[in-house]
C-alpha cells in the first residue's frame, strides 16, 4: 500500500521547486578596490616581524598574534594606521565616485529618450 503524503512532505517538496539557482554576477574587474581598516595597514606592516619571531607557526597562529598585539596597542601608536586607513577611505570612496560617474555616463545606460531631437 503506498505511502500517504502529509502536510509537512507536500510542504518540502513545494520548497524544492521553490529553490531555483540563481547566477552569480560577474565582477568587473575594472571595479575599485574597498579601503583597508587601519588593523589590516598594522597587520601588512608587522606581519613579517611575527613571522621572524615565530617561524613554525601556522596562518592562523599568526593571525591571533597579530590580532593580540593589535589590542596591546594604545591610541598613539594606532594613529599612524588610523591616519592611514582614513586617508585610503577617501581614496576609495573617490575612486567609486568615478568609477560610478562613468557608469552613468556610458553609452547604452541611458532611459531611451533622445534629447537630440529639437
Known amino acids: 500500500m503506498p505511502k500517504e503524503t502529509t502536510k509537512a512532505t507536500r510542504r518540502k517538496a513545494a520548497k524544492d521547486d521553490a ?28 606581519r613579517e616581524r611575527v613571522k621572524a619571531e615565530n617561524p613554525d607557526a ?6 591571533k598574534l ?4 593589535w589590542k596591546e596597542l594604545d591610541d598613539s601608536e ?3 594606521y588610523i591616519e592611514q586607513a582614513a586617508r585610503d577611505k577617501a581614496r576609495a570612496e573617490q575612486e567609486k565616485a568615478d568609477y560610478d560617474g562613468k557608469k552613468v ?8 529618450d533622445d534629447d537630440d531631437d529639437d
Open 19 to 46: 529553490k531555483a539557482p540563481k547566477a552569480k554576477a560577474k565582477k568587473d574587474k575594472n571595479a575599485p578596490k574597498r579601503a583597508l581598516s587601519a588593523y589590516m595597514f598594522f597587520s601588512q606592516d608587522w
Open 58 to 63: 601556522s596562518f592562523g597562529e599568526i593571525g
Open 66 to 69: 597579530l590580532g593580540a598585539k
Open 78 to 80: 594606532k594613529k599612524p
Open 105 to 112: 555616463d556610458s553609452p547604452g545606460s541611458g532611459d531611451g
